[in-house]
């Protein structure tokens, strides 16, 4: 044991260096597939009536066209962090009329902000794609995508490709603790809430699998309870919310003992968990060692910490997003997703396990 805790600094080297040289290579050879809800979706929702949208100023100030996207982000999103560090074309929304031709082969984003696990997650939102309908995209997709370059192409295009899926932050928000006394806090005790979910959340990977995606990075919540829009709610001095961290503490151990079993009976580590609890945790419990001001007041908002309503041109608006970890009263700044996408493709396994990012595409080079 000694012997591998010791060489495992030089095994990191190696994989950075290995994939520091593949990343171009990536960006020709890999599709990219983006499931889940607002924190990664990229405009889809900018193509439905509903008011789960980011389609007006502020959002996107920072984004390279300084105008909103759809993107709850000042600037890009995790996917589309992802993308740019493996030299990617970032993915665009499904629904786009531009999505077509040569583009198809990039990949596809199919999140939607609002959406949970569950089907009643976001119902007051009106028009979301939940993620049963996310998934019968991804098989609409994959019929394009044969007609265009044969159906045994597309399954290796499938296979090969990276998948991110971020759901379950909106089950809690949006649904258990939406209201009081809500339809799902009367038919479950937290506990038992959450081993439905996961018993839910284990029928969607297993279809994404079923449907030939090989390479699934799986997030948790982060710390739903420290978000302003939660501070602003349910804290008295700036504490984070007790419940709503006690439902973030049940779901993420859950969630990351459910892949391992999926993954043993699968018999490969198709699915790799991303602990983004305790990537937010890290610069929400310290800014200052991340280089933000603060972690309770989001940038854009209105109320105390700019936690209530949503972000919209009369909001208040910091003059420097960089020193903020939160952009809106829920969302995180770009600043902060370059730091937990740097811990996907690095992390050690507090982080990442199995493996992170980078080892992923180490050993996919290899075969």
């Known amino acids: 044991m000694a012997s591998r805790i010791s060489a495992w600094p030089l095994i990191q080297t190696l994989i950075l260096v290995t ?19 607002s ?41 589309d962090i992802i993308s740019e560090q493996l030299g990617m074309e970032p993915t665009m929304p499904y629904l786009s ?28 939102f009106l028009n979301i794609i939940r993620i049963g309908k996310q998934i019968e995209y991804f098989q609409q997709y994959q019929t394009r995508v044969a007609g265009q370059i044969g159906p045994d192409q597309t399954r ?19 649904n258990y603790y939406l209201v009081p006394f809500s339809a799902r806090s009367r038919q479950f005790s937290l506990p038992d809430y959450v081993r439905f979910l996961i018993s839910e959340y284990r029928k969607v ?3 994404l699998y079923d449907l030939g995606a090989r390479r699934v990075l799986v997030t948790g919540t982060g710390p739903l309870g420290c978000v302003p829009a939660e501070l602003a709610q349910r804290s008295r ?23 391992s079993s999926l993954n043993s009976e699968i018999g490969a580590d198709v699915f790799v968990a991303a602990n983004t609890y305790t990537m937010h945790m890290d610069f929400v419990s310290n800014p200052q060692a991340y280089g933000f001001i603060t972690s309770k007041i989001a940038c854009c908002g209105q109320g105390p910490y700019n936690g209530i309503g949503l972000c919209t041109p009369l909001s208040n ?12 009263p829920f969302h995180p700044s770009e600043r902060a997703n370059r730091i937990i996408v740097q811990q996907i493709l690095t992390g050690d396994d507090k982080y990442m396990k199995p493996m992170n990012l980078s080892t ?8």
């Open 19 to 37: 994939f520091a040289s593949i990343s171009p290579q990536l960006a020709d050879a890999r599709a990219f597939f983006v499931f889940g809800d």
């Open 97 to 124: 009329p531009f999505l077509k031709g040569d583009k198809l082969l990039v990949g596809a984003n199919f999140a939607s902000a609002g959406v949970g696990i569950l089907n009643d997650t976001g119902i007051q």
């Open 205 to 207: 990977l297993t279809k």
């Open 237 to 259: 001095g700036g504490e984070c919310a007790v419940e709503l961290m006690r439902a973030a503490a049940l779901f993420n151990p859950q969630l990351t003992e459910m892949i």
């Open 317 to 328: 608006l910091c003059p420097n997003r960089d020193l903020y970890a939160f952009w809106d």
């Open 39 to 79: 924190l990664v979706d990229n405009g889809n929702n900018n193509y439905l009536i509903t008011s789960a949208r980011a389609d007006s100023p502020p959002y996107g100030i920072d984004y390279p066209t300084h105008r909103p996207t759809g993107r709850f982000s000042n600037g890009l999103n995790i996917p």
């Open 156 to 174: 290796a295009l499938v296979n090969q490709a990276l998948v991110l899926i971020t759901l379950g932050g909106n089950d809690f928000v949006n």
């Open 360 to 367: 992923i595409l180490a050993v996919d080079s290899r075969t």
